[in-house]
């Protein structure tokens, strides 16, 4: 199993990234979908997560109104728009993905995520 992610880079505050995170090795539409992000000296935490299906998201208070979580199954992959971004916005993104039947509720809780991506950095400056 792979999630690459990738997209993160160097941006200034008000302005917008896409992330991407490509998926091999799982049956990606059996999976949900999230987005995390660790600061340093921070403890990793939630951003948002997207159903199976792309029907239904769920985002941080911190990010609602300004990140947009999406996926296309057809590519295998899961994107994060975050525009308006802060400095506070800073961290390494990391995308995971959960094994869920339909009728599973989104969750933020990591560790109830089996698969993990090797994060891509995104730095906000002022």
């Known amino acids: 199993v792979q999630l690459q992610a990738s997209g993160g880079g160097l941006v200034q505050a008000g302005g917008s990234v896409r992330l991407s995170c490509a998926a091999s090795?799982?049956?990606?539409?059996?999976?949900?979908m999230g987005w995390f992000r660790q600061a340093p000296g921070k403890e990793r935490e939630f951003v948002a997560a997207v159903s199976w299906g792309g029907g239904v998201t769920e985002y941080a208070d911190s990010v609602k109104g300004r990140f947009t979580i999406s996926r296309d199954n057809g590519k295998n992959t899961v994107y994060l728009q975050m525009n308006s971004l802060k400095p506070d916005d800073t961290a390494v993104y990391y995308c995971?993905?959960?094994?869920?039947?339909?009728?599973?509720?989104?969750?933020?809780?990591?560790?109830?995520?089996?698969?993990w991506g090797q994060g891509t950095l995104v730095t906000v400056s002022s």
């Open positions: 090795g799982i049956t990606f539409s059996w999976h949900q």
């Open positions: 995971a993905a959960r094994a869920a039947g339909g009728g599973a509720t989104l969750t933020s809780a990591g560790p109830l995520y089996g698969y």
